[in-house]
Protein backbone atom coordinates (compact mmCIF):
# COMPACT_ATOMS: atom_id res chain seq x y z
CA UNK A 1 0.00 0.00 0.00
CA UNK A 2 1.13 3.21 -0.80
CA UNK A 3 1.60 6.31 1.76
CA UNK A 4 -1.55 8.65 1.15
CA UNK A 5 0.77 11.45 1.99
CA UNK A 6 4.32 10.95 0.28
CA UNK A 7 3.51 7.96 -2.01
CA UNK A 8 6.36 5.90 -0.68
CA UNK A 9 5.77 2.32 -0.49
CA UNK A 10 4.92 0.20 2.74
CA UNK A 11 2.58 2.87 4.04
CA UNK A 12 1.71 -0.04 6.90
CA UNK A 13 0.37 2.43 9.56
CA UNK A 14 -3.00 4.78 9.82
CA UNK A 15 -2.78 8.49 11.29
CA UNK A 16 -5.37 11.11 11.64
CA UNK A 17 -3.74 14.11 9.40
CA UNK A 18 -5.91 17.18 10.09
CA UNK A 19 -9.12 15.34 10.04
CA UNK A 20 -8.38 12.99 7.42
CA UNK A 21 -7.43 9.04 8.62
CA UNK A 22 -4.97 8.34 6.47
CA UNK A 23 -2.76 5.31 5.49
CA UNK A 24 0.64 6.65 5.59
CA UNK A 25 4.21 5.17 6.19
CA UNK A 26 6.25 5.29 9.15
CA UNK A 27 7.80 8.47 8.67
CA UNK A 28 4.28 10.46 8.00
CA UNK A 29 2.50 9.02 10.61
CA UNK A 30 4.56 11.07 13.02
CA UNK A 31 2.63 13.92 11.27
CA UNK A 32 -0.61 13.46 12.37
CA UNK A 33 -2.03 11.24 15.35
CA UNK A 34 -0.98 7.99 14.90
CA UNK A 35 -4.36 5.53 15.24
CA UNK A 36 -2.22 2.59 14.51
CA UNK A 37 -3.39 -0.31 17.08
CA UNK A 38 0.23 -0.92 18.59
CA UNK A 39 -1.09 -1.93 21.48
CA UNK A 40 -2.92 -5.06 20.32
CA UNK A 41 0.04 -6.31 18.34
CA UNK A 42 1.87 -6.45 21.77
CA UNK A 43 -0.71 -8.62 23.47
CA UNK A 44 -0.63 -10.68 20.41
CA UNK A 45 3.13 -11.47 21.30
CA UNK A 46 2.86 -13.44 24.24
CA UNK A 47 6.07 -15.15 25.22
CA UNK A 48 6.26 -19.29 24.60
CA UNK A 49 4.82 -20.97 27.71
CA UNK A 50 8.09 -22.87 28.86
CA UNK A 51 7.94 -26.82 29.10
CA UNK A 52 6.76 -27.30 32.81
CA UNK A 53 7.91 -30.18 33.58
CA UNK A 54 11.73 -29.00 33.00
CA UNK A 55 11.42 -25.80 34.43
CA UNK A 56 9.52 -25.73 37.43
CA UNK A 57 11.63 -28.17 39.20
CA UNK A 58 14.90 -27.50 40.77
CA UNK A 59 16.87 -29.46 43.12
CA UNK A 60 17.34 -28.60 46.69
CA UNK A 61 20.91 -27.17 47.40
CA UNK A 62 22.12 -29.72 49.75
CA UNK A 63 20.85 -32.74 47.79
CA UNK A 64 23.93 -34.81 48.50
CA UNK A 65 24.33 -34.25 52.02
CA UNK A 66 21.00 -35.12 52.88
CA UNK A 67 21.46 -38.16 50.64
CA UNK A 68 24.20 -38.92 52.38
CA UNK A 69 23.25 -38.18 56.26
CA UNK A 70 19.84 -40.21 55.33
CA UNK A 71 21.55 -43.23 53.80
CA UNK A 72 23.91 -43.64 56.80
CA UNK A 73 20.89 -42.92 59.25
CA UNK A 74 18.99 -46.20 57.38
CA UNK A 75 22.03 -48.09 57.97
CA UNK A 76 22.21 -48.19 54.36
CA UNK A 77 25.78 -48.58 52.67
CA UNK A 78 26.54 -46.70 49.45
CA UNK A 79 26.48 -50.09 47.53
CA UNK A 80 23.37 -51.01 48.99
CA UNK A 81 21.66 -47.91 48.22
CA UNK A 82 23.02 -47.97 44.56
CA UNK A 83 21.67 -51.66 44.04
CA UNK A 84 17.96 -50.44 45.17
CA UNK A 85 17.84 -47.83 42.72
CA UNK A 86 19.74 -49.66 40.39
CA UNK A 87 22.68 -47.51 40.08
CA UNK A 88 26.31 -48.31 39.98
CA UNK A 89 27.99 -47.49 43.56
CA UNK A 90 31.01 -45.14 41.48
CA UNK A 91 27.48 -42.91 40.41
CA UNK A 92 26.00 -42.68 44.31
CA UNK A 93 29.73 -41.72 44.86
CA UNK A 94 29.53 -38.88 43.22
CA UNK A 95 26.12 -37.93 43.66
CA UNK A 96 27.17 -37.95 47.38
CA UNK A 97 30.30 -35.38 46.45
CA UNK A 98 27.51 -33.23 44.71
CA UNK A 99 27.21 -34.11 41.42
CA UNK A 100 23.85 -33.61 39.84
CA UNK A 101 22.60 -36.97 38.39
CA UNK A 102 19.77 -36.51 35.75
CA UNK A 103 16.44 -36.16 37.86
CA UNK A 104 15.35 -39.64 37.10
CA UNK A 105 17.95 -40.63 39.39
CA UNK A 106 17.14 -38.03 41.92
CA UNK A 107 13.38 -39.35 41.81
CA UNK A 108 14.93 -42.76 42.61
CA UNK A 109 16.50 -41.77 45.44
CA UNK A 110 13.69 -40.16 46.56
CA UNK A 111 11.34 -43.04 46.77
CA UNK A 112 13.92 -44.83 47.88
CA UNK A 113 14.97 -42.62 51.47
CA UNK A 114 11.38 -41.02 51.39
CA UNK A 115 13.13 -37.64 51.39
CA UNK A 116 12.76 -34.88 49.01
CA UNK A 117 15.29 -33.85 46.88
CA UNK A 118 13.24 -31.63 44.21
CA UNK A 119 11.30 -28.44 44.69
CA UNK A 120 8.72 -27.24 42.32
CA UNK A 121 9.50 -23.71 41.57
CA UNK A 122 5.94 -21.73 40.67
CA UNK A 123 6.45 -20.90 36.91
CA UNK A 124 6.28 -17.25 37.89
CA UNK A 125 8.96 -17.50 40.55
CA UNK A 126 11.62 -19.31 38.29
CA UNK A 127 10.91 -16.09 35.87
CA UNK A 128 12.00 -14.02 38.34
CA UNK A 129 14.98 -16.02 39.41
CA UNK A 130 15.65 -16.09 36.14
CA UNK A 131 15.97 -12.50 35.14
CA UNK A 132 18.63 -10.22 36.84
CA UNK A 133 17.36 -7.13 38.20
CA UNK A 134 18.09 -4.09 35.54
CA UNK A 135 17.84 -0.73 36.93
CA UNK A 136 16.06 1.54 34.89
CA UNK A 137 17.01 5.35 34.51
CA UNK A 138 13.56 5.99 36.67
CA UNK A 139 14.77 3.49 39.71
CA UNK A 140 17.80 5.16 40.05
CA UNK A 141 15.93 8.72 40.09
CA UNK A 142 13.96 6.94 42.65
CA UNK A 143 16.31 5.49 44.88
CA UNK A 144 18.22 8.96 45.48
CA UNK A 145 14.89 10.43 46.35
ZN1 LIG B 1 4.71 8.82 3.87
Redesign the pocket.
Given at each position: ME?E????AG?DKRAEVEGAVLN??E??SSLGKDLTPVQITQVNKKPVPKLPDELEVSVIPNFSDIIRKTREKKNLTQQQLAANIKETMSSLRRIEEGWEPPLTVLQKIERELSIRLLERVSAGKSTALAKKPKLTIGDMIEVKV
Open positions: CLCGRAVCRC
